[in-house]
Structure formats: C-alpha cells, structure tokens
T-cell receptor, first 113, second 113 residues
Framework: AQKVTQAQTEISVVEKEDVTLDCVYE???????LFWYKQPPSGELVFLIR??????QNEISGRYSWNFQKSTSSFNFTITASQVVDSAVYFC??????????FGKGTKLTVNP | DAGITQSPRHKVTETGTPVTLRCHQT?????MYWYRQDPGHGLRLIHY???????DKGEVSDGYSVSRSKTEDFLLTLESATSSQTSVYFC????????????FGPGTRLTVT
C-alpha cells in the first residue's frame, strides 16, 4: 500500500519568513515518483515538481527548494522569503508501480503581510 | 495550459438524480483520471482510463461509473446522486505514458441536495 502523510494541516507565517512543508511517504516499490502540487485560493491545481526515486539531489527553483531523503522517506518543500502569493494549499503525491497518484491531505499555507 | 476543460463547472442537483460530468482534452493524451476533493481528504482517485474503452477503478469508485468512447472525452456518471457525493471533481491527464506528472482541469463543483 502506498501512503503520503502531510502532518502539518495548516501553517501561518509572516511575509519574508522561510517555511518548510513536510511530506513523508510509504511505498514498497523500488521505483517511484514524488510530486508537489499547489492549489491557490482560485482552486486550480498547479504542478510544481517531480522527483524520481533514483535521484536524491536537492532541487532549487527560485525561492522554492525540495529536499528528498530516501533514508527518512521524506520529500520536504521549503519556500524561502515567503510572499503573500505563496498562500495556498500544497499537496505532496506519490506514484509507484501503477498509473495512480496517491495524494497527501494537503497543508494550507497562509502568508500574512 | 494542458488543454483540459470540464463541464459543467458548477451543478446543483437533487438526491436520486443521475448526473454526468464531462472532461474534454484537446491534445490526444492517452491517460485520463477523475478525482474528487473533499476537506480533510485531499484528492482521491475515482476512476481512470488508459485508452478508449479502457478504464479502471480508483480508491473511491463506488457509486460512480465512467465511459471513454473517444480519446478526447472522459465522462463520469453518478447514476443516482447522494449527498455524500457533494464534492469538487477534478479531471487530469498525463502527457506521457507511465509515470509522468498529471495536469488538472479547472474542476466541477457538484452539490447534491
């Protein structure tokens, strides 16, 4: 069985603070893929990143960075110098040996001015 | 923009009535998915399709059926809507075969009274 846990239900920060969203996953597959999606208040789902299980390099894209650690089954997402526009619900997801994505329940991030 | 549209975007219906939601894509993608999103549950897969007339169940398929008679359209039917099916429904596609990120449509908000 595959499972994704996002233990933080809601996070509130003040603009310019750094914030890390946690994602812990469970899978028996040796090959798998991890994803992060953003859902702003307007409701659409926006793909942010995909990482495969063979690539543990961290990735940085502007103010966003992702830390993938197989040893702890975690794929955490950090936003540096947060902005109000970062306010959204963020979902972590896992895909193993099938075509199905399993999503975590999401973390609602509120960035206050 | 993944070229995905959903119709209707909003619908209110009564318990016991049949409802069909449509997902339409313009880019000839093979894989299509239906999810529902509920507070506290994240996104859960209802059904998916890997080709014309080829469909399979997700984790919450009870009470739902799907059809795919042509590549561009994937229909989700609630044969007899219940209040527990009040939700936001998202359609998604993958741009490649196998494990690729999914791109989502704008969603349909369904209310069953």
């Amino acid at each position: 069985a595959q499972k994704v846990t996002q233990a933080q239900t809601e996070i509130s920060v003040v603009e310019k603070e750094d914030v890390t969203l946690d994602c812990v996953y469970e899978t028996r597959d040796t090959t798998y893929y991890l994803f992060w999606y953003k859902q702003p208040p307007s409701g659409e789902l926006v793909f942010l990143i995909r990482r495969n299980s063979f690539d543990e390099q961290n990735e940085i894209s502007g103010r966003y960075s992702w830390n993938f650690q197989k040893s702890t089954s975690s794929f955490n997402f950090t936003i540096t110098a947060s902005q109000v526009v970062d306010s959204a619900v963020y979902f972590c997801a896992l895909q193993g040996g099938s075509e199905k994505l399993v999503f975590g329940k999401g973390t609602k991030l509120t960035v206050n001015p | 923009d993944a070229g995905i549209t959903q119709s209707p975007r909003h619908k209110v219906t009564e318990t016991g009535t049949p409802v069909t939601l449509r997902c339409h894509q313009t880019e000839n993608h093979r894989y299509m998915y239906w999810y529902r999103q509920d507070p506290g549950h994240g996104l859960r897969l209802i059904h998916y399709s890997y080709g014309v007339k080829d469909t399979d169940k997700g984790e919450v398929s009870d009470g739902y059926s799907v059809s795919r008679s042509k590549t561009e359209d994937f229909l989700l039917t609630l044969e007899s809507a219940t209040s527990s099916q009040t939700s936001v429904y998202f359609c998604a596609i993958t741009r490649g075969q196998g494990v690729y990120e999914q791109y989502f449509g704008p969603g349909t908000r369904l209310t069953v009274t």
